[in-house]
């Protein structure tokens, strides 16, 4: 069975069709590169794979499961645009908040253990707002990480990080694959998402102009799916 | 963890979110005592009239208080995209509304109690007589006011104007819920307890409050998700 499985899916603002028929789909273990121009619709069909919103045809399954079912939310961790944390809460408030709504055991335990993980246990207590742009984004991946999804959708995980949040993040990404875990990520940082990538699949004005595995070449030249199966 | 759990951890993080800025029941407060101030210089409070049109006066002034306090429910999670983190995480709208509501209700029912004994000294009325009914017809006003106040609130989040349509949308609404109140409100400030003329005010009010509980909650995870 696929972790992720993207079949016929359409997305419509008004009578525009942001995804057309897309059809992907993303093994357990694998990591898949979302790529393609500015509303091409990567961000869209990562949110419906979320269940952030619903296709307008065709359907999303994680893991055999409808995105919005309870148990299947569980498994998913997303890092979008915004960060997700309150800037009002401190950093341990903010994940304990999380861990808690996650359901998960030691709420408390897990979140100083990612902002060990993540280089922020010294500033723990210190309320989100005084933060840097790199600790917030560290923030959102303790955030994205904490529950220990299966599944993880990051849409343009590396825009406006900083060197050492970049580094952070692929570890946690090495080490996510390494367990079996289901990466995708959508970005315009091919180079970075590449050398992670075992899978990419290239959105053209809202449809998949090509999906398959990544290969040395495309590693050594990354514009050359955008070369072959875009528009150029 | 249980609905009434993850109902409790909402309401304790908006509850900290506001305690730690002040934003909405700063002004929510402000706003009720400068009206109340501003309306015993133009009545009498030694007349009757102005006691008979009391209820009246503080219900549009928690109603329009309340709503600076509802406007900030669901835009509190617009900065850094936080409405995304609660709902992809693994709990029912339903529990997410009810959270919101629950906080919503606390903060406008701590403007109204902090409101009534200013009421009380500006208008020279004794609203104290019947305390434990005015109560009660306080908390049941109140759930009404943020019970669908809260649901518009998720429902114009992404709108621009949302502090000009949540008022438009939810008064309407809540006109029924509204008149009893005032009804109520009026006779208890005046001394007289709920009686058959004035009971049925209150089931009318009871019923308002379950019946739009009621689908809210099956209506919310529709509005959030689409």
Redesign the interface.
Known sequence: MSAVAVDGVWKFYGDFPALRDVRLEAAAGSCLALIGRNGAGKTTLLRIM?????PGRGQVRIFGNPP?E??T??K?G?I??????????SAL?NLT??G????LADPRRSALEWLERTGLERVRNG?VREFSRGMRQRLAVA?AFLHQPSVLLLDEPFTALDDRAIAVLQTLLRQALAEGKTVILSTHQLREALELASHVALLNRGQAAFCGPSTPEMVADPGLVYARYGEG | MGFFRQVLVIAAKDLRAELRTKEAINASLAFALVILVLFSFAFDPTEDTTREISGGLLWIVFAFAGALVLNRSFARELPNDCLDALIAAPISGAALFLGKAVANFLLVLAVELVSLPVFGIFYNVQWTSQFWELMLVLALGTWALTVIGTIFSALTVNIRLREVMLPMLTYPILVPALLGAMQLTTGLVAGRPIGPDTVAWLKMLIGFDVVYTAVSLVLVETVLVG
Not at chain 1, 50 to 54: L, T
Not at chain 1, 80 to 89: A, F, K, T
Not at chain 1, 100 to 103: A, D, H, S
Request: charged share 25%; proline share 0%.
């Open positions: 979320a269940g952030f919103s619903r919005r309870t148990a939310r569980q998913i997303f979008g645009h915004g960060i997700s944390v309150y800037d009002e809460l408030e908040l999380f808690k709504l996650y359901g309320l955030r």
